[in-house]
């Protein structure tokens, strides 16, 4: 199986002629890295341990800060760990001549993972999803801004609210057919394309994949799109409120549990709604851990500025058929097709540890049986007194995170403390740092 795979991306880098290939991973900070290796070195790579890759750079917060409590400290010596591609991850970039992408896991010297590596936190996630007989299919369904270069100032790419608006999206028409084509040329599998609510917002969802690939194509969709539009003079940003006036833009995660014969345990027809009592109990688990798990699937500062109400993102733990004020939404579909997407996540969350985050409450919920509160159809989610409130800051979702024991478990100590140093060391710098709210509000007054 691995010949043939070798083999396959041979014929590849031969027939586009390809001379780099991106070797790339993303870490607990949510940035995507890569090492960019020649072709023939690629080749070579994959007979021997790795690509060597400094474990420095998994204890950075996102101003590149080096963080000493994620991970072992400057005792440790921040030895090499090493990429490992995972071949069947490799594409060519039909934007990028003669350039390939793999996506890479994280291992020491010796071939043992990193357990705080995100990829790898999913993938012990699945693990304990198969041992109880099931696997997941999903898809991130993200919004995003577009945004054109007007001198030292940043414009909409499309003005108003009308998301949808035939005459508006005609003007954008460049944006969507280089993003689809782009994305169809990788593989992901876009779907739908239209603007959305908010000046310059865009989204596109793409085709559900099974196991880590749901994540992995998440990663590709968010990086390619930024690509494209910049070779096209455009700037994309998947911030989850990036405007202060408009809508936050979401990074909803659609899902799906099968057992071994391939049928999707959500539904069952016998039942009214058409969900099974698994279904029902993977809703009742997240909703249970739904302020721990929203400082791994909410993990910048911004992201909490889009938990408002009245603004089709969730502020409780609400769920509803149909209902997208909810933070559990039920589509209508059923069969095979039967799925559960839940809205918590903001565009800029880390695939790898939402999906991995969602799936924990989720099977904790199936393993207990958890029934959850009632639905909101019918009521007015943001008006509702009786439902658990989200966090309103990062630093309240990290104390719950690490207050949650089963969470926590199924995540990984070390991953935890791992993560929440590095958010934390975030929020600091957040509270040192004057706006121009603060000068605008007060530095004439006092």
């Not at 800060?65 to 090493?82: H, I, M, Q």
């Not at 940043?154 to 954008?172: I, K």
């Not at 992201?303 to 603004?311: D, V």
Request: glycine fraction near 8%; aromatic fraction near 10%; hydrophobic fraction near 35%.
């Amino acid at each position: 199986m691995r010949e043939t795979l070798v083999q396959h991306i041979r014929h590849l880098i031969q027939e586009h002629r390809i001379h780099t290939v991106r070797v790339t991973l993303t870490d607990n900070t949510n940035i995507t890295r890569s090492r960019y290796v020649p072709a023939k070195a690629f080749l070579q790579s994959i007979s021997e341990q790795g690509i060597n890759y400094p474990s420095a750079l998994f204890s950075m917060d996102t101003s590149a800060k080096l963080v000493t409590g994620a991970g072992d400290g400057y005792e440790g010596g921040y030895p090499s760990w090493l990429l490992q591609p995972d071949l069947s991850t490799f594409v060519v970039l039909p934007w990028v001549s003669g350039t390939a992408r793999v996506i890479a896991d994280i291992v020491r010297p010796g071939g043992e993972p990193i357990p705080v590596s995100p990829r790898q936190v999913l993938k012990n996630l699945l693990k304990q999803l198969n041992d109880v007989g099931l696997t997941m299919k999903g898809a991130f369904e993200f919004e995003f801004y577009v945004f054109r270069q007007q001198g030292d100032s940043l414009e909409p790419s499309w003005q108003g609210f009308n998301c949808f608006s035939d005459v508006n999206q005609a003007q954008v028409g460049d944006i969507f057919t280089a993003i689809i084509q782009g994305l169809e040329g990788i593989g992901a599998g876009p779907e739908v394309a239209n603007t959305e609510y908010g000046p310059g917002q865009f989204e596109i969802t793409n085709s559900p994949f099974n196991g880590v690939a749901a994540a992995d194509m998440a990663i590709y969709y968010r990086s390619s799109i930024k690509e494209i539009l910049t070779q096209k003079g455009y700037t994309a940003t998947f911030m989850g409120k990036p405007k202060c006036d408009a809508s936050g833009s979401g990074g909803h995660f659609h899902f799906s549990l099968y057992n071994a014969l391939g049928q999707n345990v959500f539904h069952d027809p016998e039942a009214k709604d058409g969900l099974s009592d698994l279904c029902r109990w993977a809703i009742g688990g997240q909703l249970r851990h739904a302020r721990a798990i929203c400082g791994v699937v909410n993990s910048t500062v911004n992201s909490y500025k889009r938990l408002q109400p009245y603004s089709f993102a969730p502020i409780n733990a609400s769920w509803g058929h149909e209902h997208r004020c909810a933070m559990i939404r039920v589509p209508y579909v059923r069969g095979e097709n039967t799925r559960l997407e839940n809205r918590l996540p903001a565009a800029d969350t880390n695939p790898y540890l939402a999906a991995a985050a969602i799936l924990a409450a989720s099977l904790d919920g199936i393993k207990n049986q958890i029934e959850p509160p009632a639905c909101s159809d019918g009521l007015n989610p943001y008006e509702q007194t009786d439902l658990v409130k989200l966090p309103a800051t990062l630093p309240e979702a990290l104390e719950e995170l690490q207050r949650d024991q089963v969470i926590c478990a199924y995540l990984g100590r070390e991953f935890i403390r791992h993560y929440v140093a590095l958010r934390m060391s975030e929020w600091q710098r957040y509270q040192r740092h004057i706006s121009n709210w603060e000068i605008k509000e007060y530095f004439e007054l006092f």
